[in-house]
């Protein structure tokens, strides 16, 4: 089965994500597609899925012209999408999840479970892959549940597999187990796509590479012409010249600092933020930054290590004592973690006040008006008046809410995950702004942030992050979006 | 006129709670009739009607407040009504002026009696609520079960302590519900007023009250602005188990008595109904104190009306169905409109 796409285009609105994109797939081949956050890898394979309709180009299989309304339409024609978040029943077994919505009936309209028992065990067998098919879910390793979604795939009888980013949540060994099964697959002429980050990997398992930048398709070819620190280059491109907002400070003494701190999803990872100092922390999907922090913050995992505020060990049990500490956090995803949609834009600004401006449990309500009107003006929060509902805001000034309500407690260092998140231009370069000017005050800030662009232009120094270890730090004249890549695509290890 | 009052319909949530009471008790005021010989004969009727409304609710009403902020906070108590019964039980055996009345036989009678009495019920309440607020926040039990278990456990143990025993209450006990003022039998009614007016401000004004809705509307959101949602769902269920024992402690001095048996059996559904059709939002973060004081009002006035159209008491149980499900309705209709 030959597998071809051409003239791809695809817009969300004013917003051209895909122009003109050409990828073809022949059976037996894993090919890795490549590109930073919004490149179009996903829409891309989204139209391949039946998911997006594409508005010119064309889908040919084997020669022969296709079009696909849905996923349905795509599966029957052979391709089937794996997608991240992974469709399983955690509560049924495997042979009953492999047969889910196509179940097996006898004449009598009961399930047939010793056929499907047995089917699936000869699928599984087929793949080389040693389960137990009355195991539940549940109990699975995430490789494992990747495997059975595989599995799915091949009992539909698809010929092409599109798998984004299989790996991001698992371990080295579970890993393995997902490649050799890719590697059998190969063998009986299926052919793979394989959506990743981590060139590493893609090396490894990949015949073939595919990069987007952008929404065009700007390299293909085999990778054992490439190596990780070539297609990280690919995918960054030339690098934009950035005018970095930050000066250069001088050594001021430490606010925040971390020794070895080592959890589930992080491990061994130290810093120091001084007064005055935006420290940037990125990386890509999986590299454990988020959950970092949010340990620290008291909200997270369990870990071990030390951290010190002011030259003082601390470790915070919840978000409470954050606030006595002088810990603000702003979250990533506002709308989950940030606003709180039943309050309006002057409550949501004041959350984090209340204990410190109440008097017998009763708020303060001048007071907590007077300082929300100072942020608002401070923050240039564009309001009507103060009890509109937080959810009738702009995008921006939600956000902006949300760092009012933390700048009210007048905290020492500021951990920012992803602050400019679902916020226009406009905003993004007023959050910033605030940023540098909350440092210029001499508060510590560790700007955590998925995007290289908005770490060059604003931190003096970074920690780049891959699969929860500090991979690399980067300042001055390597702070530069190709090295951020190598180091965040585990190419630099 | 429509056009105004279609406006309001939408513009306030209480708005049409407050209407469908309104239409209520014109229901309500028809069915009473005006067969009387004067004005003043009239009214008379239908002001005492009205007090007997509100006294036999009072004790539903205030449960229903507790009610309120746990389901604000995203939580369920089905217990209310076990509570109750525990709290009324202990209650009575200590002031019991009986043979086996405990505070008697240390030799406290009298109103340091009643005060002990008093005192030891509120804290009852309060602790089995903080038992079930352990259980929900350390023990990580949905609130659904954990009351369900709670529930169960408090009736039983009541009903088994309590067997063959009938306490006396002393007849100065029973001048808190029935000490009359102007010759009128107003008591229960006054308590409530001033208990909803206490829940209100709390909702409105405090950081405590304001908590309650941050961590119904978005727990995680809340936590990660630095409250304490652990203890906010504590408060929440020891505040209601004081107000079942505050409803125990007026069944008690109403009545002189209690059934183990059936006593605050239903309460729970009773209270829980009041709250959302007064547009308290079942999955949380969006409530009213002055809503469920409303809603309590209406399915009382409901009540009374089938009663004076004589419609038979088995069948009055399915019209209170009715209006929750009603309220919701035209609720979710409200939401999305």
């Known amino acids: ?493 | 006129m429509i056009g105004w009052f279609k406006r309001r319909w939408s513009g306030s949530p209480l708005f049409s709670t407050g209407a469908a009471l309104i239409v209520m008790i014109i229901l309500q005021t028809l069915a009473l009739g005006f067969d009387f010989s004067s004005f003043g004969d009239w009214l008379g009727r239908w002001a005492m009607n009205w007090l007997n409304i509100l006294r036999n609710n009072a004790g539903i009403g205030i449960i229903a407040l507790g009610m309120t902020f746990v389901i604000i906070s995203g939580g369920i108590d089905l217990a209310v009504g076990s509570t109750l019964v525990a709290v009324g039980a202990l209650v009575m055996a200590l002031i019991d002026t009986g043979p086996r009345g405990v505070l008697l036989n240390m030799g406290i009678t009298g109103v340091p009696a009643y005060a002990i009495g008093i005192i030891a019920g509120i804290a009852a309440g309060g602790a089995l609520g903080e038992a079930t607020g352990l259980l929900v926040t350390k023990g990580k039990l949905p609130p659904f079960i954990a009351t369900l278990g709670t529930m169960k456990i408090c009736r039983s143990v009541t009903q088994h302590f309590t067997q063959g025993y009938t306490p006396a209450v002393p007849k100065p006990f029973l001048q808190i519900a029935s000490f009359k003022i102007g010759g009128l039998l107003i008591m229960p009614v006054l308590y409530w007023i001033a208990l909803a007016a206490v829940f209100y401000v709390i909702s409105k004004r405090t950081t405590f009250g304001r908590h309650v809705i941050a961590v119904g509307s978005n727990e995680r959101a809340a936590r990660l602005s630095g409250v304490n949602v652990q203890r906010v769902k504590r408060m929440v269920y020891m505040l209601i188990g004081v107000m079942a024992a505050a409803s125990a402690i007026l069944q008690v001095s109403r009545i002189g008595s209690m059934d183990y048996a059936n006593a605050g059996s239903g309460n729970e559904m009773d209270a829980i109904s009041a709250v959302i059709v007064g547009g308290t939002s079942m999955s949380g973060g969006r409530g009213f104190v002055l809503g469920t004081v409303l809603g309590t009002l209406i399915i009382a006035v409901m009540n009374n009306l089938l009663n004076l159209l004589g419609v038979p008491p088995f069948l009055r149980e399915a019209f209170k169905g009715v209006i929750v499900i009603g309220a919701v309705l035209l609720q979710k209709r409200e939401a999305t409109s």
């Open chain 1, 1 to 493: 089965m030959k597998l071809t796409m051409r003239g791809v285009t695809k817009s969300f609105g004013a917003n051209k994500v895909l122009r003109g994109v050409d990828f073809s797939l022949s059976g037996g081949d894993i090919c890795a597609l490549l590109g930073e956050n919004g490149a179009g890898k996903s829409t891309l394979m989204n139209i391949l899925g039946g998911v997006l309709q594409m508005d010119a180009g064309e889908v040919l299989i084997d020669g022969e012209p296709v079009s696909f309304a849905g996923p349905k339409e795509s599966l029957a024609a052979g391709i089937a999408f794996i997608h991240q978040e992974l469709n399983l029943i955690n509560d049924l077994t495997v042979y009953e999840n492999l047969f889910l919505g196509r179940e097996l009936r006898t004449r009598a309209g009961t399930l047939d479970i010793p056929r499907m028992r047995a089917e699936s065990r000869r699928m599984l067998e087929g793949m080389r892959i040693d389960l137990d098919v009355n195991a539940m879910v549940r109990g699975l390793d995430a490789s494992y549940k990747q495997i059975i979604e595989i599995a799915r795939a091949m009992m539909a009888s698809a010929s092409i597999i599109i798998m984004d980013e299989p790996t991001s949540s698992l371990t080295d060994p579970e890993i393995e187990r997902v490649f050799a099964m890719m590697r059998t697959l190969r063998g009986q002429g299926v052919g793979l796509v394989f959506i990743s980050h981590k060139l590493r990997e893609v090396t490894r398992i990949a015949d073939r590479y595919a990069v987007l930048r952008d929404g065009e398709m700007v390299a293909q070819g085999d990778t054992s012409d490439a190596d990780a620190s070539t297609l990280a280059r690919f995918m960054v491109g030339h690098d934009v010249r950035t005018e970095a907002l930050s000066r250069d400070r001088k050594a001021s003494k430490s606010v925040l600092r971390a020794e070895r701190l080592t959890g589930r999803s992080f491990r061994d990872v130290s810093f120091d933020i001084q007064a005055g100092e935006i420290l940037g922390v990125t990386g890509l999907l999986g590299d454990g930054r988020s959950e970092l922090f949010l340990s620290i913050f008291g909200a997270g995992e369990p870990y071990t290590g030390n951290m010190y505020l002011d030259g003082k060990p601390f470790r915070l049990r919840d978000t409470t004592e954050a606030i006595d500490y002088g810990i603000a956090y702003l979250p990533r995803n506002r709308k989950e973690n940030g606003i709180i949609k039943d309050m309006d834009a002057l409550e949501n600004g004041s959350i984090v006040v209340w204990p410190r401006i109440s008097a017998f449990g009763f708020i303060d309500r001048r007071r907590q008006r007077e300082l929300f009107d100072e942020r608002t003006r401070g923050l240039r929060i564009k309001l009507t008046k103060p009890t509109d509902m937080i959810t009738s805001l702009s995008g921006g000034n939600q956000q902006k809410v949300v760092l009012a309500k933390w700048l009210s407690s007048e905290p020492r260092a500021l951990i920012l995950d992803n602050p400019t998140q679902g916020v226009d231009v406009g905003a993004k370069e007023e959050i910033y702004d605030i940023i540098l000017e909350l440092a210029r005050q001499g508060a510590a800030i560790a700007l955590l942030s998925s995007e290289a662009q908005e770490i060059i232009r604003v931190c003096g120094r970074a920690l780049v992050m891959y699969h929860g270890t500090v991979a690399g730090e980067v300042q001055g004249g390597a702070m530069r979006e190709r090295e951020i890549m190598r180091l965040a695509t585990g190419a630099g290890i």
